[in-house]
């Protein structure tokens, strides 16, 4: 019983991050990327090289993104559009239930 309790108490954690921030350091905390199809994906690295940065998912794929603040990633990533994850990156469960419970705020605390 002790051990339900538990549980029921990590789940009700809430994260806060910046909402407003550079999208190197939005898929620097939650590690995850999403594609135009609609799929998160998992980020294996990330090499920042100025305005633009180096993004290779757990399915060996890499691609050059512009870090910016208002790019159609980062506004999916903070409104959570994408909700599928891929098969091939086999994203782990408490890593997406720790994003689903994530706060984008404005507040500064």
Same mark, same amino acid.
């Given at each position: 019983?002790?051990?339900k309790i538990k549980e029921a108490k990590k789940q009700k954690v809430v994260r806060y991050i910046f909402k407003n921030q550079r999208l190197f350091l939005?898929?620097?905390?939650?590690k995850l990327w999403p594609s135009r199809s609609g799929t998160l994906h998992g980020v294996k690295s990330l090499e920042n090289r100025g305005?633009?940065?180096v993004v290779t998912t757990h #399915?060996?794929?890499s691609f050059v993104v512009?870090?910016?603040k208002n790019s159609?990633?980062?506004r999916w990533l903070r409104n959570r559009w994408c909700k599928n994850? #891929?098969?091939k990156c086999k994203i782990p469960e408490w890593k997406l239930t720790k994003y689903s419970q994530t706060?984008?705020?404005d507040a500064r605390r």
């Open positions: 019983m002790d051990h939005l898929i620097n905390k939650v305005n633009t940065m #399915c060996g794929e512009w870090d910016s159609r990633s980062a994850p #891929c098969k706060v984008f705020t």
